[in-house]
């Protein structure tokens, strides 16, 4: 009877799509590996040539002050390797599936630019807010990581669940759905939570907003896609 019932589940997993769309998150692989090379090189840099840290990395005046690059190099670096590896986690379980609905470039370019994107709102939507509910200690406090971008990873994975072609199957749906709820529940705030808890769940809020915006412009460009194929086809029939 087991046997049985273990040879059923293998050969539905087989019917899913789930195994090749793994095997084909060459963006993900992409992701993961460009955030990993951007660890060892801070480590190196700031640990064996002992250059300072806040050549990397910013805090929300110095950005407000015109230092822009830090927004684009804050969310590439990590100074901790267990953060590194949460960040990891939701990219790794989600980014499969985003890919496979968007394409792997379009996946790799959207995670990237919603981190620059969610960046630029935290400094320049909630800096003021920071520093007047929460102090100039946080305000000074430097910030550094993917979590914005992968928490702008939650409105895209929606975006992709919506996208009808190509289809998911019914295995992989659910394991979506799983994976979606466990990891969003790090988004709601918690009641009791430290300044310094709010400093980051303000963070990761505008990382949602940056997801929701690039979810809207990827959807956008799939339904020009469409539709100029529609047009395409009707005009050489």
């Given amino acids: 009877h087991y046997v049985w019932g273990g040879a059923i589940m293998l050969q539905k997993l087989r019917r899913s799509n789930l195994v090749n769309i793994y095997f084909g998150a060459r963006g993900t692989f992409l992701t993961c590996f460009t955030l990993m090379f951007f660890y060892f090189l801070f480590s190196v840099l700031t640990n064996t040539f002992l250059i300072p840290s806040d050549k990397f990395v910013g805090n929300i005046p110095s950005i407000l002050r015109g230092e822009y690059w830090y927004i684009i190099t804050g969310p590439l670096f990590h100074y901790e390797w267990h953060h590194l590896m949460w960040n990891l986690l939701p990219i790794a379980v989600l980014g499969p599936f985003i890919e496979w609905k968007i394409g ?134």
């Fill in 104 to 237: 792997s470039w379009v996946f790799v370019t959207s995670f990237f630019v919603s981190g620059w994107v969610g960046s630029s709102i935290f400094c320049f939507v909630f800096g003021e807010f920071i520093q007047s509910i929460l102090g100039i200690g946080l305000y000074l406090c430097v910030f550094y990581g993917a979590s914005i971008a992968v928490y702008a990873l939650f409105p895209l994975t929606i975006a992709a669940f919506l996208i009808k072609e190509p289809e998911y199957s019914f295995i992989t749906k659910a394991v979506v759905i799983g994976a979606f709820s466990y990891l969003i529940l790090g988004l709601f705030p918690k009641a009791d939570a430290s300044d310094a808890q709010r400093f980051v769940e303000i963070a990761h809020v505008s990382g949602f907003i940056a997801g929701i915006i690039g979810a809207i412009v990827v959807s956008v460009i799939k339904l020009r896609r469409k539709v100029v194929s529609f047009f395409l086809r009707r005009s050489t029939d």
